[in-house]
């Protein structure tokens, strides 16, 4: 009995991590997928969520950018580059940020840092960090 009971456990969890979408093997070689966070709100297919975080993300940028004050008073512009992770607990955290000054630095920080929890990235069904790289272009027509 206790051999019927270990092989259908066996059966069972083999069964349960199979349908897991975690990667292919194809002969001598495994493929691991990599998934993208998923933006809240975001369903279907891994190509649309992948779509609707970008189209979101794109969405939280523009609604929540503000030129700082005093550096467009003074017409400074700028490239600020933000390399940032959404992190194993689906949060963003900042790796790097490169150009401008201190003052649109800070601003492409906090709009970065505002970005929503989410369902973090996975890796071979895993949580897992992704990376992303954001340029904010920081021009006052004037």
Request: glycine share 12%.
């Given at each position: 009995m206790k051999n019927i009971l270990l092989v259908f456990a066996l059966i069972l969890s083999t069964a349960t991590f199979a349908q897991e979408d975690w990667?292919?093997?194809?002969?001598?070689t495994i493929t691991m997928t990599e998934v993208a966070?998923?933006?809240?709100?975001?369903?279907?297919?891994?190509?649309?969520?992948?779509?609707?975080?970008?189209?979101?993300l794109n969405q939280?940028?523009?609604?929540?950018?503000?030129?700082?004050?005093?550096?467009y008073k003074k017409n400074?512009?700028?490239?600020?580059?933000?390399?940032?992770?959404?992190?194993?607990?689906?949060?963003?955290?900042?790796?790097?940020?490169?150009?401008?000054?201190?003052?649109?630095?800070?601003?492409a920080r906090r709009s970065i840092m505002l970005i929503p929890q989410m369902k973090p990235g996975m890796l071979a069904g895993k949580p897992r960090a992704i990376k992303y790289k954001v340029p904010f272009n920081f021009k006052t027509g004037k």
């Open positions: 990667g292919d093997i194809k002969g001598n966070p998923v933006w809240p709100g975001c369903s279907g297919s891994t190509a649309a969520k992948k779509a609707c975080f970008n189209k979101n939280h940028i523009v609604t929540n950018f503000k030129y700082p004050m005093e550096e400074i512009q700028g490239r600020v580059v933000v390399d940032f992770v959404i992190n194993e607990e689906g949060k963003p955290e900042i790796q790097s940020i490169t150009g401008g000054n201190k003052g649109l630095q800070n601003e």
